[in-house]
């Protein structure tokens, strides 16, 4: 049943409009000023208010400002008021209210009213249900990103992150792994206790054993204190270790027996430690690779790589380019107290052709600098850094010419697709190095792809490489 408040001073108009709803099987409320209307808005939550705009001790547009901090914020409210005060009325439209009747009002109108009321309460709440099932689609736990590589990450972190399992966490540098990481604990059952990062690559060798495993006083010349390390931290939580790729062989043996047996010593100690922590590992690397060379071993690869996970590349995902900087801007102008810069679709163009070797990080660091170097103003090109000054074609001459298939078809006699393509993509490098004077990174812009995957096709395709960056 469907409740309704009605406050107004006037008992001739409550007892009417009471004797009305409850026909119309309502709920009803009565109050007879503003101050204990307005305090019973506080209390309870409505479907309607009635509200009469001229009462003593407290007006009724008073009331209606008042109630935005109530929970019937967004309850629909309309207006009763007296013919010559329409204009009253009107303003109070302004302020938020949804409708307005004049005493004397006919019933049927008013059911009309109510009814219309009704039908955009249930339609702002709808619209309210689907921007969050756009979230959802957009956002996974502080991730953004709609596309379909991204929504199969976060598929997978949903199957794994309640499990105890060891997750290898690959991708480039930028795309995003620490958050990944941080998102499995922290869906996890052991998201009460603590997560704890170390960059293998980010401390010395020397030093990093003690990093891992701690050190008993005078285990070592600076020695001091004895000092406990990441994994007792980590103690029946997380252990993320980033860039694992970077570990010396000496320490990759000592992993993989905590692995294997969850327990180690102190460095000095003689004292075996048993550990209860989950390891999420890191790297831009390829591992695989590096076990092959005899640079990683491959038993401690095995056992890090039981649950791998990829985080693609943002310039294999697009798509979620425009998402993430719109997350981005509005992130950015609410911690800098600036306007946001505005990106026309020009622009958008140029970004979504750039190829963001540096990925996501490389994106927001982008936003950051134009939020604070053009607040509120129309971002142009040249307001971008140079690496983007190739792409400027693209603001004037849409790429039509070469995605265009108006003159394309397979001939009766059948084509060699690879040959074609080969040639074809033989053609764009050698065109992209000779406009970018052969500064491959350049070039690697221009084709919208990575430095190090351009050098690649010119090993394979046989194009000569030079020393030119």
């Given amino acids: 049943m469907k409740s309704v408040l009605i406050i107004d001073d006037d008992i001739t ?41 001229a009462m003593p001790v407290m007006g009724g547009m008073d009331v209606l400002k008042a109630m935005k901090d109530t929970p019937n914020s967004d309850t629909p409210c309309i207006i009763i008021t007296a013919y010559g005060t329409v204009k009253n009325a009107v303003e109070a439209m302004r302020t938020g209210a949804f409708d307005y009747v004049t005493k004397p009002f006919r019933l049927d109108e008013l059911g009309i009213i109510i009814q219309k009321a009704l039908d955009m309460a249930k339609l702002k709440k709808e619209n309210i249900r689907l921007k969050r099932e756009l979230r959802k689609r957009y956002e996974f736990h502080g991730l953004i990103g709609s596309s379909p590589k991204m929504q199969r990450v976060y598929d997978l972190i949903e199957k794994i992150a309640d499990t105890d399992s060891t997750v290898l966490i690959t991708g480039g540098s930028g795309t995003g792994k620490e958050l990944i990481a941080k998102v499995i604990h922290y869906n996890s059952y052991r998201s009460g206790k603590n997560f704890v990062p170390l960059n293998c690559a980010a401390i010395p060798k ?85 076990t092959r060379e005899g640079r990683f071993r491959e038993d401690l690869y095995y056992r890090l790589n039981v649950i791998p996970v990829h985080i693609p590349p943002l310039r294999d995902r697009k798509e979620d380019i425009p998402v993430l900087i719109e997350h981005f801007l509005k992130k950015h102008a609410k911690a800098k107290k600036r306007q946001s810069p505005e990106i026309s679709k020009q622009l958008m163009d140029v970004l979504l052709r750039y190829g963001w070797p540096g990925n996501i990080r490389e994106l927001e660091n982008l936003i950051e600098r134009l939020t604070i ?61 000779e406009k970018s004077n052969g500064i491959k990174s350049k070039a690697a812009t221009l084709l919208g792809l990575n430095r190090t995957t351009l050098v690649e096709k010119m090993k394979k395709k046989g194009i000569a490489i030079t020393s030119k960056v």
């Fill in 13 to 53: 108009v409550r007892d009417v409009l009471n004797e009305f709803l409850i026909s119309e099987k309502y709920r009803v409320a009565l109050e007879e000023n503003g101050l204990n209307g307005l305090e019973r808005l506080r209390k309870e939550s409505f479907d309607i208010i009635f509200l009469d705009l």
């Fill in 373 to 433: 170097l053009t607040p509120g103003q129309d971002v142009t090109m040249e307001d971008l850094p140079e690496r983007f000054q190739p792409l400027a074609h693209a603001i004037d001459k849409p790429q039509t010419s070469l995605y265009s298939t108006e003159d394309v078809s397979l001939p009766p006699e059948g084509i060699n697709l690879n040959d074609i393509i080969d040639t074809m993509e033989r053609k764009l490098i050698t065109e992209a190095l």
């Fill in 206 to 290: 020397d030093l990093l054993e003690s990093e891992l495993f701690g050190h008993e006083k005078g285990a070592f010349t600076g020695a001091i204190n004895t000092r406990i390390g990441r994994f007792e931290l980590a103690s029946g939580g997380t252990l993320f270790l980033d860039e694992i790729g970077e570990l010396d062989p000496s320490l990759q043996v000592k992993l993989l027996r905590v692995l294997q047996e969850r327990e180690f010593e102190r460095i000095g100690s003689t004292k075996t430690i048993k550990v209860n922590v989950r390891i999420l590992a890191a790297t831009n690397r390829n591992l695989e690779e590096l």
